[in-house]
Structure formats: C-alpha cells, structure tokens
C-alpha cells in the first residue's frame, strides 16, 4: 500500500477502534442507571435503526450492526451477572409498577419514596409560584430554599408535568394543552 492509503487506512481504525470504546462506555453507563425506561428507549431505537438499515439493504451497515449488537449482548450480560441481585430487582418489579403493587426490593422501595418526596416538593413550589412559577431550570434553587439536605438529593421533580408545572406556572397548562391539540 502507499503510505498515503496505509495511512489513511490507520487513521480509520483508530477512528473505529475510538467509537467503539465510546459506545462501550455510554453503554455500561446506560445499563448501570438501572432505568428500565432507558433499557426500552436503547431497545427501541436499536431496533428501529435495525429495521431501517435491513429494509434499505446496507449490506456494510448490517454487518457493524450485527457487530455492535453481539457486543452490546456481551456487555450486558456481564453487568446482569455481576449485579444479578440488583438487576433482578429491576427487571421482576416492573410488574408491580404497572399493578401498582408494593415494592420488591429495597431499590425500588427507596425510588418510589423519592419520586414522592420530589412530587411533593414540585405541588409546594407550584402551589407557592402557580402564576408565573419559578423560572426555568430553577426547580432545584427554589426547592433548595425549603430544604435543608445533602446537595446530592437535590434533583428535580421526576415528573414533566409537574415540574414543568413548578418551573412556568400557568404557561405550562397552556404550553401542554397546545402540545396535545396540536
């Protein structure tokens, strides 16, 4: 090879090699979040771009896909196997969510008294601020003023509604109800 093609053809390995080990990493990150919402949305979306890549016949596009897929399987496995408890939690509470069952496990019993906890606090701001609310992006700063906790458990509302709600007041009824019409 010339070295203008070796070179080029080093410079897209590394390339390649540099993606991979970005995915590899937002992907651990995605599964350690332990977000069953965000395990469907990665689902979904890898699934959809299957679809779309398979019915356009990108042979070359099929190929790293199929790559990423059996990558993306190997690493999950070794996270379900390593935190099997916790994943099993995850994964066999679901239903309780959608029954509205008690909890199974302790994490999910203490995300469940969180997200009450933030509901709560995102009614107060809301019933304190219902006109123009509290601005955007400021739910943690007004809800900083009632509270007195570690800076760690400030978050917002866990909820767009309500915490859209909390940050614009009555444009956010307006904004939601243009939303659903439209």
Do not use: M
């Amino acid at each position: 090879l010339p070295d203008d093609a070796a070179a080029e053809l080093k410079s897209a390995r590394f390339r390649l090699v540099g993606l991979l080990i970005a995915y590899l990493l937002v992907f651990a990150g995605l599964i350690v979040t332990f977000s069953r919402s965000a395990w469907l949305g990665f689902v979904t979306g890898f699934v959809v771009l299957a679809a779309t890549w398979i019915r356009r016949r990108l042979t070359r596009a099929k190929n790293v896909l199929a790559k990423f897929a059996a990558i993306s399987a190997l690493v999950a496995v070794v996270f379900v196997i390593l935190w099997q408890p916790l994943f099993n939690g995850r994964v066999l509470s679901a239903g309780n969510i959608i029954s509205a069952a008690p909890a199974t496990s302790r994490l999910d019993q203490k995300s469940l008294d969180e997200r009450k906890f933030y509901w709560d606090e995102g009614v107060k701001i809301f019933q304190k601020n219902w006109l123009t609310g509290v601005g955007l992006g400021n739910f943690t700063v007004a809800f900083k003023v009632d509270q007195k906790l570690p800076a760690y458990l400030y978050q917002p509302a866990h909820n767009i509604y309500l915490l859209s709600l909390s940050e614009l007041g009555l444009l956010a009824i307006v904004f939601w109800a243009c939303l659903w019409v439209y």
